[in-house]
Nanobody, 125 residues
Framework: QVQVVQTGGGSAQAGGSLRLSCEIS????????VRWYRQTPGSERELVSS??????????????GRFTISQDNAEDSRGNAKRVVNLQMNTLKPDDTAEYYC????????????WGRGTQVTVSS
């Protein structure tokens, strides 16, 4: 069973930094892109950044130069392999306030996928 666990987030002042992590249990059949989305009330989810299994990142225009996506291989407390995708967010703006979601793609074009539960990021001016 694939598990997608989000950690991090919280509150920050404008200009500050926050880090989000998406921990994914290893599954050889579910190892495509990992994408970060965000959503505010009444709006659709928008893509923030993505990274493929080879580590190639992409960013939305609003994230370029401020956000950095990265990934590592790690182990959980039981020694099971997991993939960790981090989103480092710097120079935060109040407009970055949103619920952030991690999406694990299990196929090309992300036809099959799993969502994380979301984590709130609040940036105050």
């Amino acid at each position: 069973q694939v598990q997608v666990v989000q950690t991090g987030g919280g509150s920050a002042q404008a200009g500050g930094s926050l880090r989000l992590s998406c921990e994914i249990s290893r599954n050889s059949h579910c190892n495509y892109d990992v994408r970060w989305y965000r959503q505010t009330p009444g709006s659709e989810r928008e893509l923030v950044s993505s990274i493929n299994r080879d580590g190639l990142p992409t960013y939305a225009d609003f994230a370029k130069g401020r956000f950095t996506i990265s990934q590592d291989n790690a182990e959980d407390s039981r020694g099971n392999a997991k993939r960790v995708v981090n989103l480092q967010m710097n120079t935060l703006k109040p407009d970055d306030t949103a619920e952030y979601y991690c999406k694990l793609c299990c196929s090309s074009y992300c036809v099959n996928y799993y969502w994380g539960r979301g984590t709130q990021v609040t940036v105050s001016s």
